[in-house]
């Protein structure tokens, strides 16, 4: 832990930069800081509780300036998304899990622009009936149930899970009760985002199909994708097979009337924490030669739907054809994906047909980047790259067919802060280039956060006596 004070006669500032590291074992800890009293505490970043106490002195003014109530802790300045403010006055870091998790629960938590720029919310949205809401409530005995006078046309519900996922399995919850009963016939589909030009719904595809009456209280269905290409590169995973579906919305649509059809839970099961969604929030930003770049923003928005475009024959990517993205603070990472629009081969799982013309976008391939923000020994050197000090992750080429659409680096767990990446392998015939998404997956703690105060007003002059705890430290 660092703790820096800047004191005036009457006001004070704080900065606290806090750091996680993994042991030897893999696990990510904290340090946790107390008094030996209980009664005030200065801890930072904490897993169990963060307050602060100062013992201020002077001629006029005497007694102490505790920091332990939730309202103050929301007037200091920090990442959001990372931490957490309790209402009884405590912080607690976020921990990003590996761990399997159904992305329906917290769908209404994310918001994002459309393809056509409007602001739109994850959600569920209905044909008819009453309790569309319920189906993303995690319960069994909630549920949709379409309406006596309702037309079988009508029998439909779409899931925004308001980002996208790789989803490895859908299942669907029925209540089997009285008045509430599977439904019998019905199909399901999903999209992962794109829109075809004139089109207001995303493209999308079914994955199943009810063959018979359907009896079962519980449906489920594994996904998985196929990308049968030639690309190489240092942490890149090769496999033509994926046990996971891109994807954001989840419609369902009866296909016959049912008596009492209700539909009680639709579960979209993916693992691990993205944490690009939620960039701005977090103060992170993209810097790109806007002169031959567009859009670049909407690389890091969490939606498939939109696209960074950049438009240029020239062969030097220094010029026209990088960016550097500032996550906002530092996490733990351990895989970064990116998505190209791909139209060029008719068995894929979904297609988005003329949208980009040439389809890939000549991705020949790319260079990646990692840096946790700490500033290069050669500073001022770069007028690209910056002063970042940056850490080499791959170098991928992908000229030969069939080319890859999906690049899933996964690589021992380090430190970033910022990506920075570039094309390569150009040639002249290059045009536009397409990146659909990028992701960063992070787990455990965040390795740094910096929370700074406000200024402090203490009232009277005075200064600060002495700051003091105690640590108890994971074990070396």
């Given at each position: 832990?660092?703790?820096?004070?800047?004191?005036?006669?009457?006001?004070?500032?704080?900065?606290?930069?806090?750091?996680?590291?993994?042991?030897?074992?893999g696990?990510?800890?904290y340090?946790?800081?107390?008094?030996?009293?209980?009664?005030?505490?200065?801890g930072?970043?904490?897993?169990?509780?963060?307050?602060?106490?100062?013992?201020?002195?002077?001629?006029?003014?005497g007694?102490e300036?505790?920091?332990d109530?939730?309202?103050?802790?929301?007037?200091?300045t920090?990442?959001?998304?990372?931490?957490?403010?309790?209402?009884?006055?405590?912080?607690r870091?976020?921990?990003?899990s590996?761990?399997?998790?159904?992305?329906?629960?917290?769908?209404?938590?994310?918001?994002?622009?459309?393809?056509?720029?409007?602001?739109a919310?994850g959600?569920?949205?209905?044909?008819?009936?009453?309790?569309?809401?319920?189906?993303?409530d995690?319960r069994?005995?909630?549920?949709?149930?379409?309406?006596?006078?309702?037309g079988?046309?009508?029998?439909?519900?779409?899931?925004?899970?308001?980002?996208?996922v790789?989803?490895?399995?859908?299942?669907?919850?029925?209540?089997?009760?009285?008045?509430?009963?599977?439904?019998?016939?019905?199909s399901v589909?999903?999209?992962?985002?794109?829109?075809?030009?004139?089109?207001?719904?995303?493209?999308?595809?079914?994955?199943?199909?009810?063959?018979?009456?359907?009896?079962?209280?519980v449906?489920?269905?594994?996904?998985?994708?196929r990308?049968?290409?030639?690309?190489?590169?240092?942490?890149?995973?090769?496999?033509?097979?994926?046990?996971?579906?891109?994807?954001?919305?989840?419609?369902?649509?009866?296909e016959?009337?049912?008596?009492?059809?209700?539909?009680?839970?639709?579960?979209?099961?993916?693992s691990?924490?993205?944490v690009?969604?939620?960039?701005?929030?977090?103060?992170?930003?993209?810097?790109?030669?806007?002169?031959?770049?567009?859009?670049?923003?909407?690389?890091?928005?969490g939606?498939?739907?939109?696209?960074?475009?950049?438009n240029?024959?020239?062969?030097d990517?220094?010029?026209?054809?990088w960016?550097?993205?500032?996550?906002?603070t530092?996490f733990?990472?351990?895989?970064?994906?990116?998505?190209?629009?791909?139209?060029?081969?008719?068995n894929?799982p979904?297609?988005?047909?003329?949208?980009?013309?040439?389809?890939?976008?000549?991705?020949?391939?790319?260079?990646?980047?990692t840096?946790?923000?700490?500033?290069?020994?050669?500073?001022?050197?770069?007028?690209?790259?910056?002063?970042?000090?940056?850490?080499?992750?791959?170098e991928?080429?992908?000229?030969?067919?069939?080319?890859?659409?999906?690049?899933w680096?996964?690589?021992?767990?380090?430190?970033?802060?910022?990506?920075?990446?570039h094309?390569?392998?150009?040639?002249?015939?290059n045009?536009?280039?397409?990146?659909?998404?990028?992701?960063?997956?992070a787990?455990?703690?965040?390795?740094?956060v910096?929370?700074?105060?406000?200024?402090?007003?203490?009232?009277?002059?005075?200064?600060?006596?002495?700051?003091?705890?105690e640590?108890?430290a994971?074990?070396?």
């Amino acid at each position: 832990m660092k703790f820096f004070a800047l004191s005036a006669s009457l006001r004070c500032v704080f900065i606290f930069i806090l750091n996680s590291q993994y042991d030897q074992k893999g696990e990510n800890n904290y340090m946790f800081f107390h008094n030996s009293s209980h009664k005030l505490f200065l801890g930072v970043l904490v897993p169990l509780f963060l307050s602060l106490a100062l013992c201020v002195c002077g001629s006029v003014y005497g007694g102490e300036y505790a920091i332990d109530r939730k309202a103050q802790w929301e007037k200091w300045t920090y990442p959001k998304g990372v931490l957490e403010l309790e209402d009884d006055g405590s912080v607690r870091p976020v921990k990003f899990s590996e761990e399997e998790f159904n992305a329906s629960l917290n769908a209404e938590e994310f918001a994002y622009h459309s393809q056509s720029g409007d602001s739109a919310r994850g959600g569920v949205r209905a044909g008819c009936g009453v309790g569309m809401e319920t189906v993303i409530d995690g319960r069994a005995d909630t549920w949709w149930k379409p309406g006596k006078g309702d037309g079988v046309k009508d029998w439909w519900l779409k899931l925004d899970l308001g980002r996208l996922v790789f989803a490895d399995r859908i299942r669907l919850v029925f209540p089997d009760t009285v008045d509430a009963r599977p439904f019998e016939h019905f199909s399901v589909y999903i999209a992962e985002g794109v829109r075809l030009q004139g089109m207001e719904e995303p493209a999308y595809r079914r994955i199943a199909a009810t063959i018979k009456p359907n009896t079962e209280r519980v449906v489920e269905y594994d996904l998985s994708i196929r990308d049968e290409a030639a690309a190489t590169g240092e942490h890149l995973i090769t496999e033509e097979a994926f046990d996971f579906t891109p994807l954001q919305y989840i419609g369902f649509v009866a296909e016959k009337p049912s008596s009492d059809a209700a539909l009680a839970e639709i579960e979209v099961y993916t693992s691990g924490s993205n944490v690009t969604p939620g960039t701005s929030e977090r103060g992170g930003s993209v810097r790109y030669p806007e002169a031959r770049m567009s859009s670049v923003e909407r690389v890091f928005d969490g939606t498939f739907a939109s696209l960074n475009m950049s438009n240029s024959t020239n062969r030097d990517w220094r010029v026209d054809r990088w960016f550097d993205y500032d996550l906002g603070t530092v996490f733990f990472a351990k895989d970064i994906v990116l998505f190209l629009p791909e139209n060029d081969r008719e068995n894929l799982p979904f297609v988005t047909p003329h949208l980009h013309g040439t389809g890939r976008g000549e991705f020949d391939g790319y260079v990646l980047y990692t840096s946790d923000g700490m500033p290069s020994a050669a500073m001022g050197t770069d007028q690209v790259m910056g002063d970042t000090k940056w850490e080499f992750l791959s170098e991928v080429e992908n000229e030969k067919e069939p080319w890859r659409w999906l690049f899933w680096h996964a690589f021992p767990i380090r430190k970033v802060s910022h990506v920075f990446f570039h094309w390569t392998h150009l040639t002249d015939y290059n045009g536009a280039c397409f990146v659909n998404e990028m992701m960063v997956y992070a787990v455990g703690y965040p390795a740094r956060v910096e929370l700074n105060s406000d200024l402090i007003d203490l009232g009277k002059a005075g200064s600060i006596a002495s700051v003091g705890w105690e640590a108890d430290a994971p074990p070396e």
